[in-house]
C-alpha cells in the first residue's frame, strides 16, 4: 500500500468492519449491508453531478470528497483494495 491519502483512509475505512456501528459512521454503513453502500454511492455520485453541472465549487469538492468515501467503502465490503484499482488504471494509461 503506498502513502497516499487515498490508501491511508481505504485502511481506516476496512479496519471498522466489524468495530460498534454505535461508535462509528462507517461500521454502521457495513452493518447495514452491500446494497445500503451501493445505495449510498449512487446518492453521491448524484450530487456530484448536480454540483459538477451547476453548484459551485466548493460544493463540488465537498461531493466529491463524499463520493470516494462512499466508493472506498463499497470496495472494501467487497474486498477490492485500491491496489487493484490502481493497477487496472495503470493498464488503461498505456
Known amino acids: 500500500m503506498s502513502d497516499h491519502t ?3 483512509l481505504y485502511a481506516v475505512i ?5 468495530s460498534d456501528p454505535d461508535a462509528s459512521y ?9 446494497h445500503k453502500v451501493a445505495q449510498k454511492v449512487g446518492e453521491e455520485a448524484v450530487e456530484v453531478v ?3 453541472v451547476d453548484g459551485p ?3 463540488l469538492v465537498s461531493e466529491s470528497a463524499d463520493l470516494l468515501y462512499h466508493l472506498l467503502v463499497l470496495w472494501a ?6 491496489d487493484q484499482v490502481w493497477a487496472e ?3 488503461r494509461a498505456k
Open 14 to 18: 476496512a479496519s471498522r468492519k466489524g
Open 77 to 82: 465490503a467487497r474486498d477490492v483494495t485500491p
Open 6 to 8: 487515498l490508501d491511508q
Open 26 to 34: 462507517t461500521a454502521k454503513l457495513f452493518e447495514r449491508g452491500l
Open 50 to 52: 448536480i454540483d459538477g
Open 57 to 59: 465549487e466548493d460544493r
Open 89 to 91: 488504471l495503470a493498464k
